[in-house]
C-alpha cells in the first residue's frame, strides 16, 4: 500500500516537472539593427513628446 502511494507521488511529480518544461518552439528572428514594429507618431510630432515626457518626469 506505501509502495503504491509512494509510485503515485513520484508519477505526479515527475508529471509536474516535465509540464514545467514545456516551452513554445515558435522563435521569429529579425535583422540586426532593423525595426519592424508599429511606427511611432510621436517619433515626428515633437510636441506631443513633450507633453507625453512632462507627465513622466516625476518618476
Do not use: N
Amino acid at each position: 500500500m506505501i509502495k503504491k502511494i509512494a509510485r503515485l507521488i513520484v508519477l505526479i511529480s515527475f508529471s509536474a516537472v516535465l509540464t514545467g518544461c514545456w516551452e513554445s518552439s515558435d522563435v521569429t528572428f529579425h535583422e540586426p539593427g532593423k525595426y519592424f514594429g508599429a511606427s511611432d507618431s510621436l517619433k515626428t510630432d515633437a510636441e506631443a513628446l513633450q507633453t507625453r515626457l512632462e507627465g513622466q518626469r516625476d518618476r
